[in-house]
T-cell receptor, first 115, second 111 residues
Framework: DSGVTQTPKHLITATGQRVTLRCSPR?????VYWYQQSLDQGLQFLIQ???????AKGNILERFSAQQFPDLHSELNLSSLELGDSALYFC??????????????FGEGSRLTVL | EDKVVQSPLSLVVHEGDTVTLNCSYEVTNFRSLLWYKQEKKAPTFLFML????IEKKSGRLSSILDKKELFSILNITATQTGDSAIYLCAVNSNSGYALNFGKGTSLLVTP
């Protein structure tokens, strides 16, 4: 158990809908990262927050957004869902103040299926 | 753009075999290379390598980095069925904030 909690574990929804994925980082970790894992693309970095502020953006679509709250939990919002958004979404946390120089601790992931 | 390429993409071996997984990278301002094991869900950390030529070892697993040739290998000796997993290589650079992952090597160890 990494100490990173993600909910929900599974989610099935229809195209055009909007969903919110939630992540609680390990106690004391200030950085939260969101990754998308699909069969053909591997683990793709979406976005990072550090202590409530957006720190870095990766291959995140405009239909997706995220935020980190004062209690350090984070939410990833996915809207106008398409079939291709079906994937495993991981949240990871780290204690580092900025650049991820070392280990990331991953949650169990949220599996999103868009029908 | 940073690039991390793992090979092979998949591998099937028998218990007791030794396997070598490869990871090559092209990144600007390299900082570290990490190996993760992903069994069912969450990737779990194996090694972090920052210096060339220094082997990291944990039981039957070992890894080494070659910063001149820009690659790393992960060796697993005397494989067991419990080693079946996806092995992910990731690189961190000074110019980025997040780990950049390869697509992984899917290893299946048969009894």
């Amino acid at each position: 158990d990494s100490g990173v909690t993600q909910t929900p574990k599974h989610l099935i929804t229809a195209t055009g809908q909007r969903v919110t994925l939630r992540c609680s980082p390990r106690s004391g970790d200030l950085s939260v990262y969101w990754y998308q894992q699909s069969l053909d693309q591997g683990l793709q970095f979406l976005i990072q927050y550090y202590n409530g502020e957006e720190r870095a953006k990766g291959n995140i679509l405009e239909r997706f957004s995220a935020q980190q709250f004062p209690d350090l939990h984070s939410e990833l919002n996915l809207s106008s869902l398409e079939l291709g958004d079906s994937a495993l979404y991981f949240c990871a946390s780290s204690p580092t103040s900025g650049r991820a120089s070392g280990e990331l601790f991953f949650g169990e992931g949220s599996r999103l299926t868009v029908l | 753009e940073d690039k991390v390429v793992q090979s092979p993409l998949s591998l099937v071996v028998h218990e007791g075999d030794t396997v070598t997984l490869n990871c090559s990278y092209e990144v600007t301002n390299f900082r570290s290379l990490l190996w993760y094991k992903q069994e069912k869900k969450a990737p779990t950390f194996l090694f972090m390598l920052t210096s060339s030529g220094i082997e990291k070892k944990s039981g039957r697993l070992s890894s080494i980095l070659d910063k001149k040739e820009l690659f790393s290998i992960l060796n697993i000796t005397a494989t067991q069925t419990g080693d079946s997993a996806i092995y992910l290589c990731a690189v961190n650079s000074n110019s980025g904030y997040a780990l950049n992952f390869g697509k992984g090597t899917s290893l299946l160890v048969t009894p």
